[in-house]
């Protein structure tokens, strides 16, 4: 099969997968991030560190055996280091894990996500399951990158609730508020990679996917945008990338 027969849960893995650099450490929850990291492990990165929250360092993901939790034992197949949880964040904390991946319901022009409630927090429309580690991955970790679909839905002036920092208000916002480390750096979707203005902070478009034009994302994205003169598109998903990516996942549980 073909880059455009991708799905959009393989988009997702294989451009985030691209983002990681050999010789790194990535910080990565189950599903398509842990897959996205598994696939880059199997490509460009093979000296990449994966980093578990239940407190599990450098395991190999072995093929049709995907964790579903981040405390289950497949996830520990062949690691290097079983530490408590504390110690998984406490590495964070130190400055040691150089990529973190996570998602949300929501996210701002900012960078700010939401996994807590829809609406209002003590009644809500909508109960999320909450941070988990996700607040000390965007607050630790050098880099953080986020793996979403995008929809308008998703992407709102402002989150409903901050449960993981981005730039906050943007501007410098984020180190007054004492976070003086780490960055989200890039957000991957569906339809596009998305980076911040270095000044204001604010979401700007860099890459749309092949099919998919600049207007497309500004549709489908609820907030002003920052949408530069040139737009680069992205190469679509190699044959191998996919290959490799359905034999982690042959399932489909997280691949769809």
Same mark, same amino acid.
Do not use: W
């Given at each position: 099969?073909?880059?455009?027969?991708?799905?959009?849960?393989?988009?997702?893995?294989?451009?985030?997968?691209? @983002?990681?650099?050999?010789?790194?450490?990535? +910080?990565? &929850?189950?599903?398509?991030?842990?897959?996205?990291?598994? @696939?880059? !492990?199997?490509?460009?990165?093979?000296?990449?560190?994966?980093?578990?929250?239940?407190?599990?360092? &450098?395991?190999?993901?072995?093929? #049709?055996? @995907?964790?579903?939790?981040?405390?289950?034992?497949?996830?520990?197949?062949?690691?290097?280091?079983?530490? &408590?949880?504390?110690?998984?964040?406490? +590495?964070? !904390?130190? =400055?040691?894990?150089?990529?973190?991946?996570? =998602?949300?319901? !929501?996210?701002?022009?900012?960078?700010?996500?939401?996994?807590?409630?829809?609406?209002? +927090?003590?009644?809500?429309?909508?109960?999320?399951?909450?941070?988990?580690?996700?607040?000390?991955?965007?607050?630790?970790?050098?880099?953080?990158?986020?793996?979403?679909?995008?929809?308008?839905?998703?992407?709102?002036?402002?989150?409903? +609730?901050?449960?993981?920092?981005?730039?906050?208000?943007?501007?410098?916002?984020?180190?007054?508020?004492?976070?003086?480390?780490?960055?989200?750096?890039?957000?991957?979707?569906?339809? =596009?990679?998305?980076?911040?203005?270095?000044?204001?902070?604010?979401?700007?478009?860099?890459?749309?996917?092949? #099919?998919?034009?600049?207007?497309?994302?500004?549709?489908?994205?609820?907030?002003?945008?920052?949408?530069?003169?040139?737009?680069?598109?992205?190469?679509?998903?190699?044959?191998?990338?996919?290959?490799?990516?359905?034999?982690?996942?042959?399932?489909?549980?997280?691949?769809?």
């Amino acid at each position: 099969m073909s880059g455009p027969d991708a799905t959009p849960a393989e988009l997702l893995a294989v451009m985030g997968a691209r @983002l990681l650099r050999d010789d790194s450490s990535v +910080f990565a &929850g189950v599903g398509i991030p842990l897959l996205a990291a598994a @696939l880059a !492990q199997r490509t460009r990165a093979p000296r990449l560190t994966l980093v578990i929250e239940g407190g599990i360092i &450098g395991p190999e993901m072995k093929p #049709g055996r @995907l964790p579903i939790s981040t405390n289950e034992m497949r996830a520990a197949h062949r690691a290097t280091m079983l530490p &408590g949880i504390t110690d998984t964040f406490l +590495f964070a !904390q130190r =400055g040691f894990l150089d990529y973190g991946f996570i =998602g949300g319901a !929501q996210i701002d022009r900012y960078g700010n996500l939401n996994t807590s409630a829809i609406g209002s +927090f003590h009644r809500p429309r909508v109960r999320l399951p909450g941070s988990g580690g996700a607040n000390d991955i965007a607050s630790l970790c050098r880099e953080v990158i986020v793996l979403t679909p995008h929809e308008r839905r998703r992407f709102v002036e402002r989150v409903d +609730f901050v449960t993981s920092p981005g730039y906050l208000d943007g501007g410098d916002s984020r180190l007054r508020a004492g976070l003086r480390f780490g960055r989200i750096s890039q957000v991957v979707t569906t339809l =596009g990679v998305l980076g911040f203005d270095l000044a204001s902070k604010a979401m700007r478009l860099e890459a749309v996917h092949p #099919g998919v034009t600049p207007e497309d994302v500004v549709t489908q994205t609820g907030f002003a945008l920052i949408v530069p003169d040139r737009v680069d598109t992205t190469e679509p998903p190699t044959d191998e990338e996919l290959e490799i990516l359905r034999s982690l996942d042959p399932e489909r549980r997280f691949l769809g």
